[in-house]
T-cell receptor, first 115, second 114 residues
Framework: AQSVTQPDIHITVSEGASLELRCNYS??????LFWYVQSPGQGLQLLLK??????LVQGIKGFEAEFKRSQSSFNLRKPSVHWSDAAEYFC?????????????FGKGTKLSVIP | DTGVSQDPRHKITKRGQNVTFRCDPI?????LYWYRQTLGQGPEFLTY????????KSRLLSDRFSAERPKGSFSTLEIQRTEQGDSAMYLC????????????FGNGTRLTVT
């Protein structure tokens, strides 16, 4: 079955520390890949996306993600976390070439930042 | 670009009542999506429109749920005979009908069924 796994439910980091949030997918072919961020009580904001080409993609707010086909992973990284990054982060996929954008989301990773 | 707008932000209703939510997409976007998000979970796809045509519906969308987009602009999601299990955040998103066009989400309507 097709699925998206975010193994870490909750991560706590100190402000200024580096961050990596994990995402693994299980699909027959490489899907399109996305990371979204959600602040409490808010909708989702797109951080970055991968469709093809360069496997390291840059996003907004200083985030980047690396697609690794051999590991079926699309991990999100940030070299130095700011207190304002505290939020919930969702990895999402859609089958490549699909006629619609029926995104399938992981369960999310909640990020807490210690000042 | 005023973003995707959803109304109301919060709705509290008693079990068995009907509720209706509204979504106004970004004006030039012709695709519109509804998702549902329960506590501790990621959003789950409910349905999707291209212009006024409803092209996909999830099995999550029981017969108590109905969505419309009559003029291809705003959309409504109605839940009839609400149940406590319907309590969730209902998210609307819109996008262009172009390959690789990302979804833009609204802030959602939080429904509480008592």
């Amino acid at each position: 079955a097709q699925s998206v796994t975010q193994p870490d439910i909750h991560i706590t980091v100190s402000e200024g520390a580096s961050l990596e949030l994990r995402c693994n997918y299980s699909y027959g072919a490489t899907p399109y890949l996305f990371w979204y961020v959600q602040s409490p009580g808010q909708g989702l904001q797109l951080l970055l996306k991968y469709f093809s080409g360069d496997t390291l993609v840059q996003g907004i707010k200083g985030f980047e993600a690396e697609f690794k086909r051999s590991q079926s992973s699309f991990n999100l990284r940030k070299p130095s976390v700011h207190w304002s990054d505290a939020a919930e982060y969702f990895c999402a996929v859609v089958p490549s070439g699909a006629g619609s954008y029926q995104l399938t989301f992981g369960k999310g990773t909640k990020l807490s930042v210690i000042p | 670009d005023t973003g995707v707008s959803q109304d109301p932000r919060h709705k509290i209703t008693k079990r068995g009542q009907n509720v209706t939510f509204r979504c106004d997409p970004i004006s030039e976007h012709n695709r519109l999506y509804w998702y549902r998000q329960t506590l501790g979970q990621g959003p789950e796809f409910l349905t999707y429109f291209q212009n006024e045509a409803q092209l996909e519906k999830s099995r999550l969308l029981s017969d108590r749920f109905s969505a419309e987009r009559p003029k291809g602009s705003f959309s409504t999601l109605e839940i009839q005979r609400t149940e406590q299990g319907d309590s969730a955040m209902y998210l609307c998103a819109s996008s262009l009908a172009v390959q690789n066009s990302p979804l833009h989400f609204g802030n959602g309507t939080r429904l509480t069924v008592t």
